[in-house]
């Protein structure tokens, strides 16, 4: 099956700092969403970025889907922003969709005051 | 608009009951997802479906099964719990077509003791 790969699995930053995640996934794919998930479990969506670039608010996304991956960025962190934020992929079937999400590892994000 | 609702909440079992848990979808929405996330981990892809069809499975034991019905709602059984059951049971709809995007429900977290 497609292979997902995140980048850091951690990352410690100060309020106000800026920061990158990656995902680096091992084939051609029809869907990409970036999640964070909050600490009662709730996965919320950030991004749905099977190519492109995406901006929202603090938050942006590229996806560059010819060199199998995607970076998230996230400007002036704030302590909210602290959690879990996991990339998944659905590998392309030809233009059918299984809904199989195909997750990371996750990157885990501490923004301290 | 409501969102994907999932329902118990909690729930705690003994090993070889047996389990339902509930989800509803976006309104509009025809496919429903379900995956499984242990502690640590990413969520791991148990099944789809699409029009009350099994169109998608993961790689889970028989003892998981699932079923769509008319007004597009699913259940999730699994059938004699092991300790290895314990987890966070998500579900996601999406409209399927144009866009693939997922959105998850606030989760099922089980204990099997």
């Known amino acids: 099956g497609i292979q997902v790969e995140q980048s850091p699995p951690d990352l410690i930053l100060q309020e106000g700092a800026n920061s990158t995640l990656r995902c680096n996934f091992s084939d051609s794919v029809n869907n990409l969403q970036w999640f964070h998930q909050n600490p009662w479990g709730q996965l919320i969506n950030l991004f749905y970025?099977?190519?492109g670039t995406k901006q929202n608010g603090r938050l942006s996304a590229t996806t560059v889907a010819t060199e199998r991956y995607s970076l998230l960025y996230i400007s002036s962190s704030q302590t909210t922003d602290s959690g879990v934020y996991f990339c998944?992929?659905?590998?392309?079937?030809?233009?059918?969709?299984?809904?199989?999400?195909?997750f990371g590892q996750g990157t885990i994000l501490t923004v301290h005051p | 608009d409501a969102g994907v609702t999932q329902s118990p909440t909690h729930l705690i079992k003994t090993r070889g009951q047996h389990v339902t848990l509930r989800c509803s979808p976006i309104?509009?929405?025809?496919?429903v997802s379900w995956y499984q996330q242990v502690l640590g981990q990413g969520p791991q892809f148990i099944f789809q479906y699409y029009e009350k069809e099994e169109r998608g499975r993961g790689n889970f034991p028989d003892r998981f099964s699932a079923r769509q019905f008319p007004n597009y709602s699913s259940e999730l059984n699994v059938n004699a719990l092991l300790l290895g059951d314990s987890a966070l049971y998500l579900c996601a709809s999406s409209l399927r077509q144009p866009s693939y995007e997922q959105y998850f429900g606030p989760g099922t977290r089980l204990t099997v003791t």
């Open positions: 998944a992929v659905e590998r392309n079937a030809g233009g059918t969709s299984y809904g199989k999400l195909t």
């Open positions: 970025i099977p190519s």
């Open positions: 309104s509009g929405h025809k496919s």
